[in-house]
């Protein structure tokens, strides 16, 4: 490979800063400059993520320390509400640099929607700009893309099962129920009593079962399929895990569909998505995606089973939340924007069993 790309991670002492910097590291074509954190600024990155001993020998430094113009691009772990300024500044000062961000200040397209869920957002001109980074859907606009906001990870779970039987047109779009599951990893590093170890241990916990702020890009991206503005009902659970997600949604038929129809859908649409694997088996144990099969990669296992007593399909989803709900999605979306392969540093199977 010729030149590295030069690549910074600002909020690197978090959960998907620290997991894409260990993915960077790994990554044949890019050279890490600065990783950021104001907290732990001149701490050694081993201190915070033991993993990594004997793979790197960097501290964190302040994000003062960054010099864009010596960067290819910029990863964005922070807040969301945190990243617009920065986006904001690198969009107009450095026209050479890309940037990606995982948080959500520039996911929805319309900024009263981002206002009606997140904040105020200081900088709506650019919301138009960015290109929303799940390249199962948007490739061709990833490699043109300087700014990409990557998916969250839940909505990265249920768009990629969804997406295909609502572009179809096979499902009721009025009655599109979404329930997942997903683990404590997802609350980020930081921690208040919900994720103190007596009260998160062993939980099965409702977490905002209506009104989620992950609505907001489900429906985005779906409606974009249909053609047609699209209402989903999304209630999430904490259990007992630390990273993965499992998507369970039940969807009602406008038709009856046979299994051989779904293969023929989902081979049609992911057919030329690596990290997408379809999960139908009829004699393993393994019969459906699982969280523990995705765990540790950047794959999305998706599946379904026809339930013709209620007329209703059953799509299911499996992804690691700190893989290719974080930073393993950006760092796919990066390959794209570079012209790389998009398996580049992430092309390796989970451990089983795990
Ligand atoms: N966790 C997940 O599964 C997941 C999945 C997809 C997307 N996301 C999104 O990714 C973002 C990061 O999530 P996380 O779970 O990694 O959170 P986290 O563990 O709480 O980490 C947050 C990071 O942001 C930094 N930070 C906070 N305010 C900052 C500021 N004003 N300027 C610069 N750095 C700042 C912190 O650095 P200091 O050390 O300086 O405080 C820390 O490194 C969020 O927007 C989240 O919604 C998370």
């Known amino acids: 490979m010729a030149q590295k790309i030069r690549a910074s991670i600002i909020g690197a002492s978090g959960y998907t800063g620290g997991d894409l910097m260990r993915i960077l590291l790994m990554h044949e074509g890019v050279e890490l400059k600065c990783l950021t954190s104001e907290r732990f600024a ?20 302040s994000v003062t320390e960054i010099k864009p113009q010596e960067n290819d691009v910029v990863f964005l772990c922070v807040p969301h509400e945190k990243a617009q300024d920065y986006v904001a500044d690198y969009m107009k000062n450095y026209p050479h640099l890309k940037i990606i961000d995982l948080s959500a200040d520039f996911r929805i397209h319309d900024q009263k929607t981002y206002e ?56 009721d779009l009025s009655h599109i129920v979404i329930d997942s599951k997903i683990g404590s990893a997802a609350a980020g590093a930081s921690f208040d009593i919900s994720t103190h170890h007596p009260e998160r241990q062993g939980v099965v916990r409702a977490y905002k079962p209506s009104g989620h702020r992950h ?44 299994d051989v129809d779904m293969w023929k859908l989902y081979r049609g649409a992911y057919g030329n998505s690596p990290f997408v694997r379809i999960i139908k088996d009829k004699e393993t144990l393994y019969r459906y995606p699982e969280p523990k099969m ?7 296992d998706i599946g379904w089973e026809i339930d013709e007593h209620a007329n209703r399909i059953v799509l299911m989803g499996a992804i690691d939340n700190l893989i290719k709900g974080s930073g393993g999605q950006a760092t796919q979306c990066m390959n794209l924007m570079f012209g790389l392969d998009e398996k580049t540093g992430l092309w390796q199977p989970g451990l089983h069993p795990y």
Request: with cysteine; charged share 15%.
């Open 42 to 61: 001149g701490v050694p990155v081993t201190k915070l993520n033991p993993n990594l001993r004997g793979f790197t020998q960097a501290t964190f430094v």
């Open 116 to 171: 009606h869920y997140y904040c105020a957002h200081r900088h709506p001109q650019l919301l138009k700009e960015a290109v929303y980074g799940l390249p199962e859907i948007h490739r061709e606009q990833i490699r043109s893309a300087r700014l990409v906001a990557c998916p969250g990870c839940l909505p990265t779970s249920t768009i990629l099962p969804l997406y295909p039987i609502v572009k179809a047109g096979l499902i």
């Open 215 to 258: 609505i907001a890009e489900m429906e985005q991206e779906l409606s974009e399929a249909a053609g047609t503005q699209v209402k989903v009902s999304f209630s999430p659970h904490g259990v007992e895990m630390v990273r993965g997600i499992f998507t369970t949604v039940h969807a009602f038929l406008n038709r009856p569909v046979k």
């Open 294 to 300: 995705v765990a540790g990669t950047n794959f999305a």
